[in-house]
């Protein structure tokens, strides 16, 4: 009976880890194309970019880095 158990458990935990794995992969693309739709919308300026996505200019670099967004040059 703790086979079962055990079983039941351990199905169950691996099923929400790739739930969670799921969603934070749907989190990433969300962010990426939110930052992709600023960028373009704001003809690539950082500052209004960071603004309309309610970020600092920092963050928005961090981020553009992450999914590997080349910084604008002026």
Excluded at 1 to 26: F, I
Excluded at 41 to 57: E, K
């Amino acid at each position: 009976r703790n086979e079962k158990l055990v079983a039941a458990v351990s199905s169950a935990a691996q099923t929400t880890r790739s739930r969670r794995e799921a969603q934070t992969l749907d989190l990433e693309v969300l962010e990426r194309e939110a930052i992709e739709r600023a960028l373009s919308r704001y003809d690539h300026y950082i500052s209004l970019a960071a603004a309309a996505l309610g970020l600092s200019r920092a963050a928005l670099y961090r981020r553009m880095a992450k999914h590997g967004f080349q910084a604008p040059q002026r």
